[in-house]
C-alpha cells in the first residue's frame, strides 16, 4: 500500500501476482477481463470465497464429493467415446431428460456458446424448411442484454458494438437482437419494442433466443412478465422460442429452469443447458426440443468431438442426482433469501437494492465504479457459515471502498512489462 497524490492510498498488487499477469499478456490472447488474482488458493496464499460459482458454471460447489468421485470412476474406464461409435450412456440419459422435461429429442455440444449457436441453427432449419420461409430472408431475433457467447455465429444476438462489429467483420444479417428495418435495440423489458418488430417481421422470423430471467430488476415480477410476454408473442405468430439456460439453469434461479418461473403452462421449443449441468467437472452443453422442430436435422449437420463422451454423461448425470438428492433447489432459495436479509440489515449507504431470485443475486450498487465490486451468485450447497463470512467480508469492502484511490488491476488489463 503506498500513498496516492498525497490523499488515499493505494492498493498494489504483490510481485507474483505482477509477474503472472505480464506473462498472460504476453503470451495468451482473448478471455474476459477478470478481476487480478489467481484461484483457488492464489500464488500469494490467500484463500477466497467464490461468490460467482466461476460465471455460475460450479453451482454445485467446487470439488463435489459425490459428482468428483462418479468422473473419477468414469475416467479410469475409457478416454474418449465420440463420434466414432455409438456412446451407451448418451441414449439413456438424453430419455432421462426428456422424460423429466417433457420433451423428445436431445443434442449434445461441448460449450454453451456451441449451444447457442447450435439452436439458432436448428431453428433456421425449422423455419426454411417447415416454416417456408425464403433461406435469405431467414432470421433468428435476440434480445438486448442476453449473453449467448463470442463465437461467430452468435455475435449478432449480443448487444450491439460497431467498432467490434466492423473489426471482425460479423454484422450478421441473419442474427440479431436490433429490429431488422430501424437497427433499434430489442431490449430486455420492452415488450412494446418487441411486439412491434414481431408484428412487422414474423413471416421472416424463425426464433427469438433469450434468457427469461437475468436477475438484475427490484421486483423479478417484472422480468417473468416480459418474458412470458416473448414467450406468448411467438406462439401467436408461429416462431419458436429458444430458452437460454446455460447461466441460469441447474436450479440457479429456484427453479431447474429459470423459463419455469413464467408458468406452468410455458414450454419453450427449445432449451439450451450447460455450466453448472456438469458440475463444473467437464465442458458439455445440451440442446433439448419438441420432434417438429428437432426431427429435421440430420447426420453430418450438428457434431462435437468431445459432445456426449462417457465421462461428459457421468458428470451430467451425477450433477442432476446432487441436486434432486440433496434438495439443493430449495437449498438455493434459501441461502439466496438469508442473504438478502442480511445485506438489507446493513442499511449501507453504497448498496442501492438486491436482486434476487432463488440463489441468483445481483447487488446494486450507488456510486460505485463496477470493476470495484463484483456481481454475486452462490453455489447452491454454500454453507451459512461461508455465506455469512463472505457477506462479511464484502461489508468490509464496501465501508472502505472510498478510503482507497487506484487500486491496482480493478481498471484496465495488466500489461506486460
Not at 175 to 203: A, F, I, V
Not at 394 to 400: A, E, G, I, R, V
Amino acid at each position: 500500500m503506498e500513498s496516492n497524490n498525497g490523499n488515499k492510498p493505494a492498493l498494489r498488487l504483490s510481485p507474483r501476482v505482477k509477474e503472472l499477469l505480464g506473462l498472460e499478456s504476453r503470451v495468451t490472447i482473448g478471455g474476459f477481463d477478470p478481476m487480478p488474482y489467481f484461484s483457488r488458493k492464489d500464488v500469494d496464499g490467500k484463500r477466497y470465497i467464490d461468490f460467482i460459482g466461476m460465471f455460475s458454471a460450479v453451482n454445485t460447489g467446487h470439488c463435489h464429493p459425490h459428482i468428483q468421485k462418479i468422473v473419477i470412476e468414469q475416467l479410469k474406464k475409457v478416454t474418449l467415446v465420440n463420434l466414432s461409435s455409438h456412446n451407451s450412456t448418451f441414449g439413456p440419459f438424453a430419455q432421462r431428460l426428456c422424460t423429466r422435461f417433457g420433451y423428445d429429442r436431445v443434442a449434445a455440444m461441448t460449450s454453451g456458446t456451441e449451444a447457442a449457436d447450435t439452436a439458432c441453427k436448428i431453428a433456421r432449419c425449422w423455419g426454411i424448411n417447415q416454416k417456408c420461409i425464403p433461406t435469405e430472408e431467414c432470421i433468428v431475433l435476440g434480445v438486448g442484454g442476453c449473453y449467448h457467447g463470442l463465437a461467430s455465429g452468435v455475435w449478432g444476438l449480443m448487444d450491439s458494438n460497431i467498432l467490434r462489429t466492423t473489426k471482425h467483420g460479423l454484422d450478421s444479417k441473419i442474427q440479431m437482437n436490433t429490429n431488422p428495418r430501424t437497427g433499434e435495440l430489442l431490449e430486455y423489458l420492452d415488450l412494446e419494442r418487441m411486439r412491434s418488430c414481431l408484428q412487422e417481421h414474423k413471416d421472416r422470423v424463425a426464433a427469438v433466443i433469450i434468457e427469461c430471467i437475468h436477475g438484475y430488476s427490484r421486483d423479478e415480477n417484472e422480468e417473468i412478465r416480459y418474458a412470458r410476454g416473448v414467450y406468448e408473442l411467438c406462439k401467436s405468430m408461429n416462431i419458436l422460442f429458444i430458452a437460454d439456460e446455460v447461466r441460469q439453469g441447474a436450479g440457479k434461479t429456484g427453479m431447474f429452469f429459470s423459463f419455469q418461473h413464467l408458468g406452468d403452462d410455458v414450454k419453450p421449443d427449445t432449451v439450451i443447458m450447460g455450466k453448472s449441468i456438469t458440475g463444473g467437472f467437464y465442458p458439455q452443453s445440451f440442446i433439448m426440443g419438441v420432434d417438429t422442430v428437432m426431427a429435421s436435422v440430420g447426420p453430418y449437420e450438428i457434431a462435437s468431438t468431445y459432445s456426449f463422451t462417457p465421462l461428459a454423461i457421468a458428470a451430467a448425470n451425477a450433477t442432476i442426482d446432487v441436486i434432486d438428492r440433496e434438495n439443493l433447489i430449495q437449498r438455493g432459495v434459501h441461502i439466496g433469501d438469508l442473504w438478502r436479509k442480511t445485506v438489507e440489515s446493513w442499511n449501507h449507504p453504497l448498496v442501492d437494492y438486491v436482486a434476487q431470485v432463488g440463489a441468483d443475486s445481483n447487488l446494486i450498487l450507488r456510486e460505485v465504479e463496477p470493476s470495484r465490486v463484483a456481481s454475486l451468485v452462490f453455489a447452491m450447497n454454500l454453507p451459512e457459515v461461508l455465506l455469512l463470512e463472505g457477506s462479511a467480508i464484502l461489508k468490509s469492502c464496501l465501508d472502505d471502498i472510498n478510503k482507497y484511490g487506484s487500486i491496482e488491476g480493478e481498471v484496465i488489463r495488466y500489461k506486460a512489462v
